[in-house]
């Protein structure tokens, strides 16, 4: 049984930081390209950052760049998202998925995750001004 499990959400002020964690179990970790996505209330799942499964080729999406970072630890089975300078816009829920493809980083690969089975239940990141 496939489990995605995301960590680290909280409320936290204009400016400050988050990591957010994602552990997998269930399947073979470092076969299966990760990303994150937020979804806010009303609106559709939107990419935010995603990996390939060597942890080669970050993508983020323009709205983060230069203030997430996105990586992976394939011996822990863990994917990261380190959120810095942290804005009211990003107020959200953050989901993890996986998807087994060799695709790179990069709009394709959010398409992939998107028909993906394997999503966890999301942590809320809350960002006040």
């Known amino acids: 049984q496939v489990q995605v499990v995301e960590s680290g959400g909280g409320l936290v002020q204009a400016g400050g930081s988050l990591l957010l964690s994602c552990t997998v179990s269930g399947l073979t970790f470092d076969r299966y390209a990760m990303g994150w996505f937020l979804q806010s209330p009303g609106k559709e799942r939107e990419g935010v950052a995603c990996?390939?499964?060597?942890?080669?080729?970050?993508f983020l999406d323009d709205s983060v760049k230069g203030r997430f970072t996105i990586s992976r630890d394939n011996a822990k089975n863990t994917l990261y998202l380190e959120m810095n300078n942290l804005k009211p816009e990003d107020t959200a829920m953050y989901y993890c998925?996986?998807?087994?493809?060799?695709?790179?980083?990069?709009?394709?690969?959010?398409?992939?995750?998107?028909?993906?089975?394997?999503w966890g239940q999301g942590t809320q990141v809350t960002v006040s001004s």
């Open positions: 990996i390939d499964y060597r942890g080669e080729s970050p």
């Open positions: 998925a996986a998807v087994f493809t060799d695709v790179a980083g990069g709009r394709m690969l959010f398409r992939f995750l998107l028909s993906s089975p394997y």
